[in-house]
Nanobody, 122 residues
Framework: QVQLVESGGGLVQAGGSLRLSCAAS????????MGWYRQAPGKQRELVAD???????NYADSVKGRFTISRDNAKNTVYLQMNSLKPEDTAVYYC????????????????WGQGTQVTVSS
């Protein structure tokens, strides 16, 4: 089993920055890809970014050039640096992990965190 705990959410003005962290514990040796998803009220959960154990990254078009995902394998932590935030980035952000492969759908992930709220005011 793997436990994921997110932190770093909060309220920020448009144009501001936040850094989310996701700390993994448990059977972390089995983790390959880790990702960040978000879900706004009334909308489906959508991929923000993901990163493999080898460091390959993938971003949603809506966040390219503004968000950066990174991973510290020694600390078993994945980060999401969010710059130039917009009101439409407001959502609950979830960390996810999978033991193998590179998921393209939320259901392909094995583990999820509890989520952290990000609110961007205009």
């Amino acid at each position: 089993q793997v436990q994921l705990v997110e932190s770093g959410g909060g309220l920020v003005q448009a144009g501001g920055s936040l850094r989310l962290s996701c700390a993994a514990s448990g059977s972390i040796f089995s983790i390959n890809t880790m990702g960040w998803y978000r879900q706004a009220p009334g909308k489906q959960r959508e991929l923000v970014a993901d990163i493999t154990s080898g460091g390959s990254t993938n971003y949603a078009d809506s966040v390219k050039g503004r968000f950066t995902i990174s991973r510290d394998n020694a600390k078993n932590t994945v980060y999401l640096q969010m710059n130039s935030l917009k009101p439409e980035d407001t959502a609950v952000y979830y960390c996810a992990a999978v033991q193998s492969g590179v998921p393209r759908e939320p259901y392909e992930y094995d583990y999820w965190g509890q989520g952290t709220q990000v609110t961007v005011s205009s």
